[in-house]
């Protein structure tokens, strides 16, 4: 059996490969069970995220990026129903 070649470096035999839309990973499997765990919390907070969205909460205030944006000089101003 020969090693896949992905760019560079040849892929190990015991190696993980995950490949999907965006691109394609190799991942040593000694450490293939820690990235999927980390790769299933940040799927389940993206989905809580949206679900937030949808409720219409804002971005900014799920990331807490209000006092970063304030700290830049940067605030935020909402428009009234009628959009003025």
Do not use: H, T
């Amino acid at each position: 059996m020969k090693p896949v070649v992905v760019v560079d470096p040849p892929r190990a035999d015991p190696d993980v490969v995950v490949a999907d839309k965006d691109g394609v990973v190799c991942i040593p499997r000694p450490d293939a069970a820690e990235v999927a765990a980390n790769g299933r919390r940040r799927a389940d907070r993206e989905d809580l995220a949206r679900q937030a969205f949808a409720r219409g909460e804002l971005s900014l205030d799920w990331y807490d990026m209000r006092p970063a944006l304030e700290g830049l000089g940067i605030s935020y101003i909402q428009a009234d129903q009628e959009g003025s």
